[in-house]
């Protein structure tokens, strides 16, 4: 079983930074790839990034150059620097964890239970 959390939300005004912690326990070593996504407020939940056991990221092109993962292996926490942030990026943020044979829509995913972002105009 793994378990996931994460930390790190506020609200921020239009430009400002915020960075989001996921960690990740139990049994890590099952982990393939880790995820952040975003739901804002009725909308569909969307992936903004995700980052694999080999250190290869992935960011949906909206936040492209403004958000950055990076991991600390140690303590299994992912995190999601997030700059240049902007109205559009507001939304609860959650992080999943799977292993290699599950996509991120499956069933026996981990996932937290999020941490909301507001960015103000």
């Known amino acids: 079983q793994v378990q996931v959390e994460e930390s790190g939300g506020g609200s921020v005004q239009a430009g400002g930074s915020l960075r989001l912690s996921c960690e990740v326990s139990g049994d890590t070593g099952s982990v393939w790839q880790t995820g952040w996504f975003r739901q804002a407020p009725g909308k569909e939940r969307v992936e903004v990034a995700h980052i694999n056991e080999y250190g290869t990221k992935w960011y949906d092109g909206s936040v492209s150059g403004r958000f950055t993962l990076s991991r600390d292996d140690a303590k299994s926490i992912v995190y999601l620097q997030m700059n240049r942030l902007n109205p559009g990026d507001t939304g609860m943020y959650y992080c999943?964890?799977?292993?290699?044979?599950?996509?991120?829509?499956?069933?026996?995913?981990?996932w937290g239970k999020g941490t909301q972002v507001t960015v103000s105009s």
């Open positions: 999943a964890a799977r292993p290699y044979e599950l996509l991120f829509s499956e069933p026996g995913v981990s």
